[in-house]
């Protein structure tokens, strides 16, 4: 596999009709694309990029929070060549200017109230509330390969002028199909999305998860409630997590333990379960493991030492996968799967 554009056509050939992403639109309610869906949206936006004679290996800033649309237009790009400079949606104007210099980019993909905020734009609009769609003509569309590049993910410039690393199609397309077979993603699996796209492990996973057929949820608030309900209604089996969210995790569950006023018995139990085997940890924590909807197998990570990580979900008898560790929630067993 060469490229993200040859991914994503593996993919929809093979899970046309399966869900791929899906993101909460109102307090109940969620959207949600199908492989073929996804497809279509991104040759959508290419066609309007072809219009707009956008030429193979120039540059688009996406300054956007992660959603559905941020993978249509990233993958829309590329199919016209196109190179993405993600931006962290919380970067400030000042470092958007620098970056914009430094790779001349043509268009600024973000929202359009986060681009009336700025006061001098560094580049035209396009909107991503609104993404705009026209015909693809297909022939007309240049043969991307392995070394051209798909991305230019910048630093974030506190200690001096940004540095771009530069990511090819190849780059990305290894790196997503090797976490496949190390992190065993299959086609049941579900994500549930809370890292920003702008970090390049985040869009590796989920072009993990085209390339295996899975699904991916993305969070729009990081509310432990929120989160935990996003898990059990939507049957979310893994994740991609920073210790700062793991965090969010244990202390929405030690708050429901201090609301039944249950702290006693929660110590108790975790004085047993060091004792005890894993695969028998979570029969103490029933609760717990409903809580993340009775489906979850497994976080990902990286940068968080595996003891660290042992100390916060060990007990539990959940699992997770970091830098990228790998544990899982039934076997007990931390697994490093890539640097």
Same mark, same amino acid.
């Given at each position: 596999?060469?490229?993200?554009?040859?991914?994503?056509?593996?993919?929809?050939?093979?899970?046309?009709?399966?869900? @791929?992403?899906?993101?909460?639109? &109102?307090?109940?309610?969620? #959207?949600?694309?199908?492989?073929?869906?996804?497809?279509?949206?991104?040759?959508?936006?290419?066609?309007?990029?072809?219009? &707009?004679?956008?030429? !193979? %290996? &120039? !540059?688009?800033?996406?300054?956007?929070?992660?959603?559905?649309?941020?993978?249509?237009?990233?993958?829309?790009?590329? +199919? @016209?060549?196109?190179?993405?400079?993600?931006?962290?949606?919380?970067?400030? &104007?000042? /470092?958007? *200017?620098?970056?914009?210099?430094?790779?001349?980019?043509?268009?600024?993909?973000?929202?359009?109230?986060?681009? *009336?905020? +700025?006061?001098?734009?560094?580049?035209?609009?396009?909107?991503?509330?609104?993404?705009?769609?026209?015909?693809?003509?297909?022939?007309?569309?240049?043969?991307?390969?392995?070394?051209?590049?798909?991305?230019?993910?910048?630093?974030?410039?506190?200690?001096?002028?940004?540095?771009?690393?530069? $990511?090819?199609?190849?780059?990305?397309?290894?790196?997503?199909?090797?976490?496949?077979?190390? @992190?065993?993603?299959?086609?049941?699996?579900?994500?549930?999305?809370? $890292?920003?796209?702008?970090?390049?492990?985040?869009?590796?996973?989920?072009?993990?998860? /085209?390339? *295996? %057929?899975?699904?991916?949820?993305?969070? !729009?608030?990081?509310?432990?409630?929120?989160?935990?309900?996003?898990?059990?209604?939507? %049957?979310?089996?893994?994740?991609?997590?920073?210790?700062?969210?793991?965090?969010?995790?244990?202390?929405?569950?030690?708050?429901?333990?201090?609301?039944?006023?249950?702290?006693?018995?929660?110590?108790?139990?975790?004085?047993?379960?060091?004792?005890?085997? /894993?695969?028998?940890?979570?029969?103490?924590?029933?609760?717990?493991?409903?809580?993340?909807?009775?489906?979850?197998?497994? /976080?990902?990570?990286?940068?968080?030492?595996?003891?660290?990580?042992?100390?916060? +979900?060990?007990?539990?008898?959940?699992?997770?996968?970091?830098?990228?560790?790998?544990?899982? @929630?039934? *076997?007990?067993?931390?697994?490093?799967?890539? #640097?």
């Amino acid at each position: 596999m060469e490229t993200i554009n040859e991914l994503l056509y593996t993919a929809v050939e093979r899970y046309k009709h399966r869900p @791929v992403l899906l993101e909460p639109v &109102e307090e109940s309610s969620m #959207s949600s694309l199908t492989y073929g869906g996804l497809l279509e949206r991104a040759q959508g936006f290419a066609g309007y990029l072809q219009a &707009e004679k956008v030429e !193979r %290996g &120039e !540059r688009m800033l996406l300054w956007s929070a992660s959603r559905i649309d941020w993978m249509v237009a990233f993958l829309g790009a590329l +199919l @016209v060549g196109a190179v993405i400079v993600p931006l962290d949606v919380n970067s400030k &104007e000042d /470092f958007l *200017s620098r970056v914009k210099q430094t790779t001349e980019a043509k268009y600024l993909i973000t929202t359009q109230k986060q681009y *009336s905020g +700025l006061k001098q734009p560094p580049a035209p609009l396009i909107a991503i509330d609104a993404l705009p769609s026209g015909g693809l003509d297909t022939a007309k569309l240049p043969a991307v390969n392995g070394s051209d590049l798909a991305e230019l993910v910048f630093t974030s410039g506190t200690t001096g002028q940004p540095k771009g690393v530069m $990511l090819s199609h190849r780059n990305l397309a290894f790196d997503a199909t090797a976490a496949v077979s190390v @992190v065993n993603l299959v086609k049941e699996d579900r994500a549930l999305s809370i $890292l920003p796209l702008s970090h390049s492990f985040e869009l590796t996973i989920e072009l993990a998860i /085209f390339h *295996s %057929g899975a699904s991916n949820v993305y969070a !729009r608030s990081l509310s432990p409630d929120i989160l935990l309900h996003l898990l059990a209604s939507q %049957g979310v089996s893994c994740m991609v997590i920073v210790p700062q969210a793991l965090q969010l995790f244990l202390n929405g569950i030690e708050r429901q333990v201090r609301l039944l006023k249950k702290e006693q018995q929660w110590e108790t139990l975790h004085r047993i379960a060091v004792h005890l085997p /894993f695969r028998l940890r979570p029969l103490l924590f029933q609760q717990v493991h409903k809580r993340f909807g009775g489906h979850f197998h497994f /976080f990902e990570w990286r940068s968080l030492p595996a003891a660290e990580a042992a100390r916060a +979900l060990g007990n539990y008898g959940l699992q997770s996968d970091a830098g990228i560790w790998c544990y899982r @929630v039934r *076997s007990g067993c931390f697994r490093y799967t890539l #640097s």
